[in-house]
């Protein structure tokens, strides 16, 4: 039996859905609440000993790490494959993944903190809030979010994210004026990796940032069109997250402007 341990708006484990309805796997849901501080408490870190989700569980045995989870689903379950046939796209596929997860992933989480979701810890009590951050494991992780709590788009890190994107959007647009897909010419675990950030981008009124980008945009409706969009990511919406990223991202665009011309 598969088991996913998973958030509804978690960009990762919208990864995750995406891949076991791509290959129309069955599995069991536990939900996590990530404002309740669930993904710190001692049993789940006991199988995620960073504190995040998603964790897969697969006949017991436990799986950890988004991309490492949709690479061992594709292994595990591999029809339809979800890489692509010749090793220099797969090796591409890989270049993205490991884009997302050692940039695209963080300064998303900036991008979507500094705008919106600092407002929903700033409503927190004081003495709530303090127990929040503190019990965030990585004290890495744990200064970045009280910065970003407290500062938003006036930190640092938000002048980061920007330029992170630009430069990410730029590269992707030229990639898709070349090639169909990300990887080559097919479908793959690139898209799936980055469906969820397309969708933040999205849900935070900011896709104005593809005005000249075209090729982002088709390729963001084709991902729409795919049945698995639905069972990734509209099935689990959490309307009032949506409801504030779609009131405060507006107030975002200026100031993501005023970055970009400096
Ligand atoms: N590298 C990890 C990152 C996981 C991650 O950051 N998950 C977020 C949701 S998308 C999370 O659980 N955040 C909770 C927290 O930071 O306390 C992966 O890809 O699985």
Known sequence: MIELYHATMSTCAQKVRMVLAEKQLDW???VLDLRSSDQHQPDYLQLNPNGVVPTLVDDGQVVIESTVICEYLDDAYPEPSLKPEAALERARMRQWTKRLDEIIHFYTGVLSGSIAFR???LARPADELENYINNIPDPKRRARQREQIEHGMESPQFADAVGVFESFLTDLEKRLSATN???GESFS???IGY???LIRLDELQLWQWMDKRPHVTDLYERIKARTSF???YLDWRNDAFC?????KGPDAWPKIQEVLAR
């Open 189 to 191: 675990l690139a898209e």
């Open 243 to 247: 409801a504030l990223m779609a009131e």
């Open 119 to 121: 407002h929903q810890h």
């Open 181 to 183: 897909w990300m990887a």
């Open 195 to 197: 469906t969820p950030y």
């Open 28 to 30: 069991q849901g536990h």
């Open 230 to 232: 639905k069972a990734a």
